[in-house]
């Protein structure tokens, strides 16, 4: 194939990426536009061309891959309904607890509290789960 066959493979895959992301087509954009840049240096035929735009497509996919998947290891917990993964969560006091009842956030989530009076705004910490509401405690630092 002609090397501004791949190159316009690779803009047009870029500009689908673009579009409509998630869908990883940016490595095959890579391997199209690694085999146009290669094709102007030293020609292949179609079966190297077809073998070096693969070779970098996987390549590419697998080494961000583990550099991805790398990074989301570290990142922060995702909350779930779990207890298990309630206990010990960091959130901020979201309507004011009074009379021992309130109202939190953790994360996206507005939860209902149970705990000391405290106002709007204070930083709080999950002690315990009661069914759909959470036991909480000032955040200590």
């Not at 199209?32 to 070779?55: E, N, R, S, Y």
């Not at 149970?114 to 509401?133: I, K, N, Q």
Request: with cysteine.
């Amino acid at each position: 194939m002609d090397n501004w066959i791949w190159g316009a493979a690779a803009a047009v895959l870029v500009v689908i990426e673009t579009l409509v992301p998630g869908y990883f087509l940016i490595f095959a954009a890579a391997g199209a536009l690694a085999v146009a840049a290669f094709g102007f240096v030293m020609p292949l035929d179609t079966a190297g061309q077809i073998a070096l735009f693969a070779a970098v497509t996987f390549l590419l996919f697998g080494l961000c891959f583990r550099v991805y998947r790398r990074l989301l290891s570290g990142g922060p917990k995702v909350l779930v309904n779990s207890p298990d993964r309630l206990l010990g969560a960091p959130g901020t006091v979201e309507e004011p607890i009074a009379d021992g009842r309130g109202k939190i956030r953790l994360g996206d989530t507005v939860w209902l509290a149970r705990g000391p009076d405290l106002p709007a705004g204070t930083p709080v910490t999950v002690t315990g789960v009661e069914g759909t509401v959470l036991k909480v405690a000032p955040h200590r630092h």
